[in-house]
């Protein structure tokens, strides 16, 4: 599970979960931080999983890899659910277009970093073929 070990997945799965300890936990709070950390850490945090549900469950290969299409659709899906369809079920949430800036933005970051294939394992595939 080399996804789930990149220094990128770790660096976004830990500032997610201590900025939910100080935000919710301690009460601390950084007004900019707190409006929009969370969108941009929370698509490479879902695209890693996705990608090793794939890569294990559906048993594609550590070499597999999420399309751009793939990226694109996530990040439209999470977009819908959490910019416009909890906003209209509930005043808790609103809806905030820097929020979906920022999700982009993490998918971008996934796909750029986390998403990529180690030279060896490109090098093992295009052997193997």
Request: contains cysteine.
């Amino acid at each position: 599970m080399k996804v789930l070990t990149s220094p990128v997945f770790i660096i976004c799965a830990l500032l997610f979960i201590i900025h939910q300890v100080l935000q919710k936990g301690l009460d601390i709070t950084f007004p900019m931080v707190d409006r929009y950390l969370d969108n941009l850490l929370t698509m490479p945090i879902i695209l890693s999983l996705l990608l090793v549900e794939r890569q294990y469950l559906f048993k594609r290969g550590k070499a597999y890899r999420l399309l751009a299409l793939d990226v694109v659709v996530a990040t439209v899906f999470i977009t819908l659910v959490s910019e416009i369809l909890f906003p209209l079920f509930s005043d808790d949430f609103t809806t905030d277009w820097w929020d979906v800036a920022f999700l982009a933005l993490g998918s971008l970051i996934f796909y750029i970093t986390i998403n990529t294939i180690p030279t060896k394992e490109k090098d093992r595939d295009t052997r193997s073929r």
